[in-house]
C-alpha cells in the first residue's frame, strides 16, 4: 500500500490539472457564444450567461458524462424564439414570461422522464427527422444571422421569403457590419488549421479591442451593450393558468429536441472512450439545469456538440472542467462586464455562422438516399422547417416521426415459423424455402412488440393463416420474444383468441416469455389460457412438449 500512494498522488493532480486548464480553454469559446446565442433566442444577452453558468454548475454536480457542456445551444435557441413569438404575439414582455414558463416546465418535464425511467425517448425522434431538421433549422440560422450583420430584419419566419426580404432590403444592408462578419468568419475558418488556438476568444479580443478604438455605432455597427446582471431575479414567472397550459404544450417540443441533440453528444462520446452511459441520470441533469435556469430568467440548456467536443480536445478528464468553466466564466463576466458589452453584433453573428456551418452539409441526406430508407423523412423535416419556419416545421417533424413510429410498430410483420433442417432452430420460412413446418402446428412470431394499437390486427393475421389449413392443425404457437411488456388491451386479446382456439378443439402455447410478460400472463391465466401454455423457453422446446404430450394422448 505504501507503494501506491505515491504514484497516485502524481496521477490524480495531473487529471485535474488538465481539467483545470480545459475549463480555462472553453470559457473563451462559451461565454461569447452565450451571448450569440441570446441573440438568436431574441432574449437579453444575461440570459445567456445565467443559462450557461447554471448549465455548467448542476450538470456538472448531477450529471454521467465527463465531457458533456450543458449550455444554451443554438437549436434550443432558436427554437425559443419561434415558441415565445408565436405564443405572445410578439409583445416582448409576455414573450420572456413565457420563455421562462417554457424553460421551468421543460425541467420539469426532464425530472418526470428521469423518475419514470424513460432515459431512451429520444429514440422516437427518427434519426433522419433529427438531421434533417437540423440540417434546416442550420440554413435558417445562418440566413437570420446574415439578416443580424447586415441590419435588416423581415418578418418572415419561413427561409425562402426570409432570404427574398434580405434581397429586397439591398439598400439598406449595413455594408461595414457584413464586412466587419466576413472579416471574422475569415480569421475563426483560418485558426482552424491550428485545433490549440482559441479562435473564438481571439476573435473577440480583436472585436473588443476595434469597438474601443473605432466608433462603431458611427458606421452603423450595433454592439452587445449593458449586460444587467443587478436585476436578475429568482421565481416563477407570473403568467395566467391558460398561459400556462400554452407553455406545457410548447415545451414538450422543447424538451424533445434539446434531449435528442443532447443525447447524441453524450452517447456518442461515451461510446468513444467506453464509458458508462446513464441515460436517466443525464434527463435529471439536464431538468434541474433547465428548471433553475428558468427561475432565474435564463434559456434553454443542452449538451451541445460543439462545446463538448471542444471539451474533450482541449482535454477535460472529469466533470472538473465543467466546473472549471463555470467558474471562470462567472469571474470575467464579474471582472469584464464593459468589455463584452463592446463586442460588435456582426462578430456574434459570425461565430453562430461558424458554430452551426458543420451541420450544413448535404452528405447527411447520402445514407439515405443510397438505403433508399427514410430519405423522404429526412428531406421533409427539412423541407418543414425552412417552408414552415422553425416552430412549425419542429412540430411537424416530431408529429411525422412519431406517427411512423406508431406506423411501423401498429403494422407488424408476422412471420411464420418453420424448422431449418433437421436443427434446433426455428426460421422465417419465407426467407428460409429449407425450413419446413412442424406437421400439425403453426408457428408464428410476431416482429415487434405486442401492446394495444397491433395486437388485433396481429390476431386477426393469425386466424386468416389457420382458416387456410385443414383441420388436422391442432396447435397454435405465438412467440413473443419481442415483447418485453405487455399491456391490458394485450392480455384481454390474447385472453379472447385463447377462448377462440379452444373452442376449436385446439390449443394455443406461448412461447419465449420476457419474465415480465411470463409474470403478468400467470397472474392473468385462464381455463382456455393456463399457466401451462405459458413457456419462457425456445420454440423447439414446446415444439417437443406437445408432440410428447400428443404421443402420450395417442
Keep these: ?58 450538470y456538472g454536480v448531477i450529471g454521467n458524462s465527463r465531457f458533456a457542456v450543458v449550455s444554451s445551444t443554438s437549436s434550443s435557441a432558436a427554437v425559443l424564439a419561434a415558441v415565445t413569438l408565436s405564443a405572445s404575439g410578439g409583445d416582448a414582455a409576455t414573450r420572456l414570461l413565457l420563455g421562462a414558463g417554457i424553460i421551468i416546465m421543460a425541467g420539469l418535464f426532464f425530472l418526470i422522464a428521469s423518475a419514470a425511467r424513460l432515459g431512451n425517448m429520444s429514440d422516437f425522434i427518427a434519426k433522419s427527422v433529427l438531421r434533417g431538421f437540423t440540417f434546416g433549422l442550420a440554413i435558417t440560422i445562418v440566413l437570420k444571422q446574415c439578416g443580424l450583420a447586415l441590419r435588416v430584419n423581415p418578418t418572415h419566419s419561413d427561409a425562402p421569403r426570409y432570404l427574398w426580404g434580405l434581397l429586397e432590403t439591398t439598400k439598406q444592408w ?20 491550428w485545433p490549440r488556438v482559441p479562435a473564438t476568444l481571439v476573435v473577440i ?92 430568467g435564463g434559456m434553454p440548456v443542452g449538451a451541445g456538440y460543439s462545446g463538448t467536443s ?19 466564466i462567472a469571474l470575467m463576466v464579474a471582472l469584464l462586464l464593459p468589455q463584452i458589452a463592446h463586442i460588435p453584433e456582426p462578430v456574434l453573428a459570425a461565430i453562430v455562422i461558424h458554430a452551426v456551418s458543420h451541420t450544413i452539409n448535404p452528405h447527411v441526406f447520402a445514407p439515405y438516399l443510397k438505403w433508399r430508407r427514410d430519405r423522404f423523412l429526412a428531406l421533409g423535416a427539412c423541407l418543414a422547417v425552412l417552408l414552415l419556419g422553425v416552430l412549425d416545421g419542429l412540430l411537424l417533424a416530431i408529429a411525422v416521426s412519431l406517427l411512423w413510429t406508431l406506423r411501423n410498430l401498429s403494422e407488424p410483420k408476422v412471420s411464420v415459423l418453420g424448422r431449418l433442417g433437421d436443427t434446433h432452430d426455428f426460421v422465417d420460412t419465407r426467407s428460409h424455402p429449407d425450413a419446413h413446418p412442424v ?116
Excluded at 464586412?179 to 488549421?193: D, E, N, Q, S
Excluded at 479580443?205 to 451593450?225: E, K, M
Excluded at 431575479?233 to 404544450?249: A, H, K, S, V
Aim: glycine share 8%; net charge negative.
Design 205 to 296: 479580443v480583436l472585436s473588443i479591442v476595434l469597438g474601443y478604438a473605432v466608433d462603431l455605432p458611427h458606421y452603423g455597427i450595433v454592439q452587445v451593450g449593458r449586460i444587467d446582471l443587478a436585476h436578475i431575479g429568482f421565481g416563477l414567472p407570473d403568467l395566467e393558468r391558460t398561459q400556462w397550459l400554452r407553455c406545457g404544450e410548447l415545451a414538450f417540443a422543447m424538451m424533445l429536441i434539446v434531449y435528442a441533440e443532447s443525447y447524441g453528444s453524450i452517447r456518442g462520446f461515451a461510446l468513444k472512450h467506453d464509458d458508462p452511459f446513464s441515460p436517466n441520470r443525464d434527463l435529471a441533469a439536464l431538468g434541474a439545469s433547465n428548471l433553475v435556469s428558468g427561475l432565474f
Design 439 to 554: 406437421p400439425g402446428m403453426i408457428i408464428v412470431r410476431p416482429e415487434a412488440p405486442l401492446f394495444f394499437a397491433n395486437v388485433e390486427r396481429v390476431l386477426s393475421h393469425l386466424r386468416m393463416l389457420t382458416a387456410k389449413h385443414d383441420e388436422s392443425m391442432r396447435h397454435t404457437i405465438i412467440s413473443l420474444e419481442e415483447s418485453a411488456d405487455i399491456d391490458g388491451s394485450t392480455i384481454e386479446a390474447l385472453q379472447t383468441y385463447a377462448a377462440e382456439v379452444s373452442r376449436d378443439g385446439r390449443k394455443l402455447v406461448l412461447a419465449r416469455l420476457k419474465p415480465r410478460v411470463l409474470h403478468v400472463l400467470t397472474r392473468a391465466a385462464t381455463d382456455a389460457l393456463p399457466v401451462a401454455a405459458l413457456n419462457e423457453l425456445s420454440v423447439d422446446v414446446c415444439v417437443h412438449s406437445l408432440l410428447d404430450a400428443q404421443a402420450t394422448t395417442h
Design 1 to 58: 500500500m505504501s507503494t501506491a500512494t505515491p504514484g497516485a498522488a502524481p496521477g490524480f493532480y495531473q487529471r485535474h490539472l488538465k481539467d483545470l486548464l480545459a475549463g480555462c480553454a472553453i470559457a473563451g469559446l462559451l461565454l461569447p457564444e452565450a451571448v450569440a446565442y441570446a441573440n438568436i433566442g431574441n432574449v437579453p444577452p444575461q440570459a445567456g450567461i445565467v443559462a450557461l453558468i447554471a448549465g455548467l454548475a448542476i
Design 174 to 193: 449595413s455594408l461595414y457590419g457584413g464586412a466587419l462578419a466576413i472579416a471574422a468568419l475569415v480569421i475563426l475558418y483560418a485558426l482552424k488549421r
Design 310 to 328: 471542444a471539451n474533450e480536445a482541449a482535454g477535460a478528464q472529469t466533470r472538473v472542467a465543467a466546473w472549471t468553466a463555470a467558474a471562470v
